[in-house]
């Protein structure tokens, strides 16, 4: 399976950076072995879409509501990020777990509504230090697995450790190695076959200094990006890292 190179692009671009950043991006892409995703905040999603029509590079929303419409002031539903040019959304970001309380039953029905309206989850999953400290790290992942994840889910899984966001510190290959392994099993344990094609991104501080070895480790699908997709040359030195599929 190609690899995913996701960016999450999260509080950043105004329009102008947007246009070149995306541009930039759409110039790089062609001929690479690995699939490329952006993932702009709300405002910039149909500009970006626009821009990057035609190219390989597909574009995604950072959250979406669980319900299609109603009243849900400041909100967006999936239909309407599909409606914006998205076809993938990421859900249940650490920092949104942590910054507004989405719980994983919450994570779920968003699930649900983004299956729904045709777009491709990217669930997020990952373990504060003080867990992975008590050693707590598989439970705590696999809880969030069993409860965010719907029944018959189809999509992508990002395991993204929070101590490891915007730190510049990684996992060892060891234990992303260990963890990708743990959340295979625990897919094909709970959603069979179809689990064992869901790609699992690893995310948390991937830099094009440490893309090559982060890709290279056994079942990670691509990567989820944050600081270094909003440099252009980054992103795509890490698309170039990723391993043909
Ligand atoms: P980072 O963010 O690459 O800046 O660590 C990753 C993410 O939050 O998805």
């Not at 909100?75 to 249940?92: E, K, P, T, W, Y």
């Not at 830099?207 to 890709?215: I, W």
């Amino acid at each position: 399976m190609r690899q995913l190179i996701a960016g999450n692009w999260k509080m950043h671009g105004m329009g102008g950076e947007a246009a070149a950043l995306a541009g930039a991006i759409r110039a790089g892409a062609a001929g690479l072995a690995c699939d490329l995703l952006v993932c702009p905040p709300f405002t910039q999603l149909v500009p970006v879409a626009g821009m990057l029509a035609g190219s390989t590079v597909a574009v995604g929303g950072q959250d979406c509501h669980a319900e299609a419409k109603g009243a849900h002031t400041g909100d967006i539903s999936a239909a309407m990020l599909a409606d914006a040019g998205a076809r993938f959304v990421i859900l249940g970001h650490s920092e949104r777990r942590a910054n507004h309380g989405e719980t994983d039953a919450g994570v779920r029905a968003k699930a649900v509504a983004a299956i729904a309206a045709g777009l491709t989850p990217i669930v997020c999953v990952g373990e504060t230090e003080a867990e992975r400290t008590a050693g707590w790290e598989t439970g705590v992942v696999g809880g969030q697995l069993s409860g965010s994840l719907p029944e018959g889910f189809s999509g992508v899984v990002a395991y993204e450790p929070v101590w490891a966001i915007g730190t510049g510190k990684t996992a060892t290959e060891d234990d992303v190695a260990a963890m990708h392994g743990f959340i295979r099993q625990a897919l094909v344990r709970q959603l069979g076959e179809a689990g064992s094609l869901v790609r699992i991104l690893y995310g948390g501080s991937v830099r094009p200094a440490n893309a090559s070895v982060l890709l290279a480790v056994p079942e990670v699908g691509g990567a989820l990006v944050g600081g270094a997709s909003l440099v252009a040359e980054d992103f795509l030195a890490i698309a170039r890292a990723a391993r043909p599929g």
